[in-house]
């Protein structure tokens, strides 16, 4: 088993009550990455890890391989994404039914139901030509914080995020685009050892908007949900 598949699902959210089971199309969110991942299960066992009970029940009755109970202190609003991979890898390591320690993660949040296998595949590949350390997807930003995006300073003025140099349009702007949650591959042992994702070398794949929205609050659900219905 060289890949596993590693869904983060904690009970709590600021944005949306039990943001994880809320449903599109009679399916929970935790659901949609659960589905994608059994998908792709000829290459990978899956995992999920929460500390909620309701989740972790769901992902029983899911049949999926390994059910990881994330402790409270990493189940916080200022939990690390990071620290949660490395305890579900701890994990695995202890289970003793397990014979063959994976030796890449495939994250895949369930904020992103929107996702599609081709998304997963291309990170995949690209993540095989063993020049990275962690593939990423990202997807073109809406704004730009050279050009129309702004910070409130002190004095309650505002000013452009980055001022290396002025820009008039947004097409003279350097490119920017936003960390989507589609997918997450890294090696084992780099994460293990890295302090942040972005510490060893970092490949990424392009994906459409319609498929990158990261659901935080009702607005994206609701188009989540408009898209996935289509």
């Not at 003793?96 to 998304?119: G, Q, V, Y």
């Not at 990275?132 to 505002?158: A, L």
């Not at 350097?174 to 050892?193: A, H, L, R, V, W």
Request: charged share 30%; proline share 4%.
């Amino acid at each position: 088993m060289k890949y596993f598949f590693l869904i983060c699902a904690r009970g709590g959210s600021k944005g949306i009550k039990n943001k994880n089971l809320k449903k599109i199309n009679n399916i929970p969110l935790v659901g949609w990455s659960i589905k994608i991942a059994k998908k792709l299960k000829k290459i990978g066992k899956v995992a999920v890890n929460s500390d909620s009970k309701k989740i972790l029940n769901y992902a029983k009755k899911s049949n999926v391989d390994f059910l990881i109970k994330r402790p409270l202190n990493l189940a916080k609003d200022s939990s690390k994404e990071l620290d949660v991979w490395k305890h579900s890898i701890n994990k695995l390591k202890e289970l003793k039914n397990l014979k063959t320690m994976p030796d890449t993660l495939i994250s895949l949040p369930p904020t992103s139901p929107a996702r599609s296998i081709i998304d997963i595949e291309k990170c995949i590949k690209k993540y095989e030509t063993k020049k990275y350390d962690i593939v990423i997807s990202i997807t073109p930003s809406y704004r730009n914080p050279y050009f129309n995006m702004v910070e409130i300073t002190k004095n309650d003025n505002v000013k452009i995020c980055i001022k290396k140099k002025k820009y008039f349009n947004r097409q003279e702007a350097p490119k920017t685009y936003d960390i989507s949650t589609i997918c997450y591959i890294s090696n084992i042992k780099y994460i293990e050892q890295a302090k942040n994702i972005f510490d060893g070398k970092v490949g990424y794949v392009i994906v459409p908007k319609e498929r990158s929205i990261d659901i935080d609050d009702i607005t994206d659900l609701k188009i989540s949900k408009f898209f996935l219905e289509k």
